[in-house]
């Protein structure tokens, strides 16, 4: 989630950038001032889009990650030792919820857009998912994931039976 931070920063310095630098091509007028401001807006446009989009899937990242069902740590980085706390500095690893999945900068949302959760299987090691448009081909995903205590998985099943419909089967 981090990375789309820095995306989403990245994109708003670059659209800040190109509309001081259009905004000065309009006061000072140079010879080729047309292909300029067309070539600043276009990039401006574009960047602005990259904006929009990145700020989207950083929303829906966080409602992933808060509403997470299954929190599966890949890698957690801690702080140095001479730290007093030893609270984690960066977790690498995937987020599930009803809502969808998250792993690195990759948002896969369920149940939006015409993308639905179609299956879900939590086996001995692994947890399954598959999931796709009305028409189109299912995509897959298989996670390491050790089976949880009974308990746990019974709030897994009801979870996922209560937001998006699907029940999920344990083999």
Same mark, same amino acid.
């Given at each position: 989630?981090?990375?789309? +931070?820095?995306?989403?920063?990245? *994109?708003?310095? !670059?659209?800040? =950038? %190109?509309?001081?630098?259009?905004?000065?091509?309009?006061?000072?007028? /140079? /010879?080729?001032?047309? $292909?300029? !401001?067309?070539?600043? *807006?276009? !990039?401006?446009?574009?960047? $602005?889009?990259? $904006?929009?989009?990145?700020?989207?899937?950083?929303?829906?990242?966080?409602? =992933?990650?808060?509403?997470?069902?299954?929190?599966? /740590?890949?890698? +957690?980085?801690?702080?140095?030792?001479?730290?007093?706390?030893?609270?984690?500095?960066?977790?690498?690893?995937?987020?599930?919820?009803?809502?969808? %999945? $998250?792993?690195?900068?990759? +948002?896969?949302?369920?149940?939006?857009?015409?993308?639905?959760?179609? !299956?879900?299987? %939590?086996?001995?090691?692994? =947890?399954? *998912?598959?999931?796709?448009?009305?028409?189109? @081909?299912? @995509?897959? %995903?298989?996670? *390491?994931?050790?089976?949880?205590? @009974?308990?746990?998985? @019974?709030?897994?099943?009801?979870?996922?039976?209560?937001?998006?419909?699907?029940? /999920? +089967?344990?083999?």
């Amino acid at each position: 989630m981090k990375k789309l +931070v820095v995306y989403a920063w990245i *994109f708003l310095a !670059a659209t800040i =950038i %190109i509309a001081a630098a259009l905004t000065s091509l309009l006061i000072l007028q /140079p /010879p080729i001032f047309a $292909l300029s !401001a067309l070539l600043l *807006f276009a !990039a401006g446009t574009a960047s $602005l889009l990259l $904006l929009i989009t990145t700020r989207k899937k950083l929303s829906a990242a966080q409602a =992933i990650v808060d509403s997470a069902v299954i929190h599966i /740590p890949i890698a +957690v980085m801690y702080g140095q030792a001479s730290e007093r706390s030893k609270k984690p500095r960066e977790d690498y690893g995937v987020y599930v919820s009803s809502f969808g %999945i $998250l792993y690195g900068a990759k +948002v896969v949302r369920f149940n939006q857009g015409g993308i639905w959760l179609r !299956a879900v299987e %939590i086996g001995r090691d692994y =947890i399954f *998912f598959a999931y796709g448009m009305n028409d189109g @081909e299912l @995509e897959k %995903i298989r996670l *390491f994931y050790s089976k949880p205590s @009974e308990d746990e998985l @019974e709030v897994i099943i009801e979870n996922f039976r209560k937001d998006t419909g699907v029940i /999920p +089967v344990v083999s």
